[in-house]
């Protein structure tokens, strides 16, 4: 929703700096109310530290630990690596404007929260996380493999819209801009979505509370490398299509790994 509305309200309306200054704005509210809440709640985080401590871990794999830190530092990497190649595909055919992307940023954004919402349904994927990680991966790799082939006929598709009559209007290219951008961002998004409850249950019942901070900087700095290694190395290198294949390679040799390790742990026990 804030991508959409600052796109299409805020910055138009407002301006970028008047809409910058309200984003702060709204930040001191949310933490002058969080603060407010804290002081009425001097019970709760006497339960929530209670709480900390049945978390604690009480054994595990350790080796099944790392591998899954791993994989989730991998998959934030292919996610930011994959949304800046993917961005700088959708510029030639959805444009470079603020409106564009707002629409690649809430396309993106809609993939990773509905993969989440929808892993959750799934017990087997919370309570067998390897599994469930192993065919994520899986799936993202094909599905990265399997775009990577129709982007050549992005551009076409988008072309073929002018011969109509609704994308001559400001809100019918908008809805071909967005559905290009839909089409493109969510599957992927989806997947990875779908990964990170996934690894963050598995990281929490393996390490406890302190464990899923670790988690989250671990994909933290994987986000980071993606954004370095997606638009410093890879897009001069290979161009924007073969990091995506870079990309899909590294997914499947995660899931590879986890598969393999499985699979061993299983022929020992």
Not at 16 to 22: A, C, E
Not at 112 to 138: C, F, W, Y
Not at 171 to 193: H, N, Q, W
Request: charged share 5%.
């Amino acid at each position: 929703l804030g991508a959409l509305f600052a796109g299409y309200v805020l910055i138009p309306t407002l301006g970028l700096q008047s809409t910058t200054l309200l984003a702060a704005l709204l930040n001191l509210l949310v933490a002058a109310f969080a603060g407010e809440m804290g002081k009425r709640l001097p019970q709760a985080r006497g339960q929530a530290g209670q709480e900390v401590a049945v978390a604690a871990p009480s054994g595990g794999s350790t080796a099944s630990g790392w591998l899954i830190l791993a994989s989730f530092g991998g998959v934030g990497l292919v996610c930011l690596g994959l949304e800046t190649l993917y961005m700088h595909l959708l510029a030639v055919v959805a444009g470079n404007s603020t409106y564009a992307f707002s629409l690649m940023l809430f396309a993106f954004l809609l993939g990773l929260g509905g993969g989440a919402t929808v892993i959750r349904q799934i017990p087997q994927a919370i309570s067998r996380p390897e599994g469930a990680m192993a065919v994520l991966l899986m799936l993202l790799a094909m599905c990265l493999g399997i775009g990577e082939t129709q982007w050549s006929a992005m551009a076409d598709y988008f072309a073929s819209c002018a011969g109509y009559p609704m994308p001559a209007s400001f809100g019918g290219r908008e809805l071909v801009r967005a559905a290009v951008c839909l089409i493109a961002l969510v599957p992927p998004a989806f997947l990875i979505g779908a990964f990170f409850p996934v690894a963050m249950g598995a990281i929490g019942r393996a390490g406890g509370v302190r464990a899923l901070g670790t988690g989250a900087a671990v994909n933290t700095l994987g986000n980071i490398a993606g954004v370095f290694i997606g638009g410093f190395l890879l897009l001069p290198t290979v161009g924007a299509l073969g990091g995506i294949k870079v990309l899909a390679v590294l997914a499947m040799g995660l899931a590879v790994c986890i598969i393999l390790f499985a699979l061993a742990r299983w022929a020992v026990s």
